[in-house]
């Protein structure tokens, strides 16, 4: 069973750029939630999708944004890129729509310093 | 709004010792599941246990145990006879039905997290 994979593992932009980042979910698991973790925090919820559609979003702005893929796959785009944006983000998959009583299997994380 | 509060910030103890990791929760739903994750170095969330709001059965799964008080909103973990290999950071986090135009999903509260360090 392949578990939660990220990419790419380290990312360095300045203020201003936009990124892309990828997660692939665990086999079977059909819903993919992001959350941002900033040092020394906890995470915190930033949406999830589910059946390509955004299924929830956190107190982000727009400029944060996602998409997910037929293979159930995911990305997630930050535009205008500020100092603040620097964190570990973290993907984590699920079953079913993502229900409260699902267990979330995290990835590994990429971190982002912006400079 | 929900709101995970870890007081802890960090926990210092000797190999073999036993160690509980505080965690209260505020919500105003009434179906809502409580976790606990652990956090390497490595930056990987962990799953450790899942408790939902029905069930305040205290259990214990190897040197893991947790104490769900429903009264009190707290939701406590403890390790016992702890290792070094348990160093590490431990967030306590609570997931509800949201409020996606009728749609639920499990978005996760975390709390701050708890720093653990367990010495040889």
Known sequence: ???V????????????QQVTLRCSSQSGHNTVSWYQQALGQGPQFIF?????EENGRGNFPPRFSGLQFPNYSSELNVNALELDDSALYLCASSLAGGGPHN????GPGTRLTVL | AQKVTQA???ISVVEKEDVTLDCVY???DTTYYLFWYKQPPSGELVFLIRRNSFDEQNEISGRYSWNF???????????TASQVVDSAVYFCALSEYGDAGGTSYGKLTFGQGTILTVHP
């Open chain 1, 5 to 16: 994979t990220q990419s790419p593992t380290h990312l360095i932009k300045t203020r201003g």
């Open chain 1, 103 to 106: 267990e979330q299997f995290f």
């Open chain 1, 1 to 3: 069973e392949t578990g």
């Open chain 2, 8 to 10: 802890q910030t960090e």
């Open chain 2, 26 to 28: 505020e919500t105003r």
């Open chain 1, 48 to 52: 999830q999708y589910y059946r390509e």
């Open chain 2, 69 to 79: 008080q429903k009264s009190t909103s707290s939701f406590n973990f403890t390790i």
